[in-house]
């Protein structure tokens, strides 16, 4: 997956549509779209993520499987980015296997929680 951040440049931000090498879009908030299309090579699902967000703010993103009715996404694959200090973005991929923090007592294949 793909997540692209950008600091506002003025005090009202604008999310106006930008150029995409994906297929299809589709506006989850007024400051928040996620864009995805199947890849002609390898037909996998290239999924883009895009937030107009101000600095110390962060966006997440990650799909469930369909007809999901766990709100802690157990098993998902989630990626959370933002704007740090400095407007400097950051992007970081999480494993949720339960709705704790990540146990880092056990060994690395077998950490438990959001890690």
Known sequence: AYVWLRSPSSSTPSFAPQPTMMDNCKSLTGNLRVRWTVGESDSKVHIGLEGNLRVLRYIGFGP??????????????????????????????????????????????????VC
């Open 64 to 113: 469930a499987a369909q007809g999901s009715s766990d709100r802690v996404m157990g098993g998902s694959d989630v990626a959370i980015g933002g704007i740090g200090s400095g407007g400097v973005p950051w992007l970081d991929d999480f494993k949720i296997t339960n709705y704790e923090e990540c146990d880092h007592s056990q060994p690395v294949g077998s950490l438990t929680g």
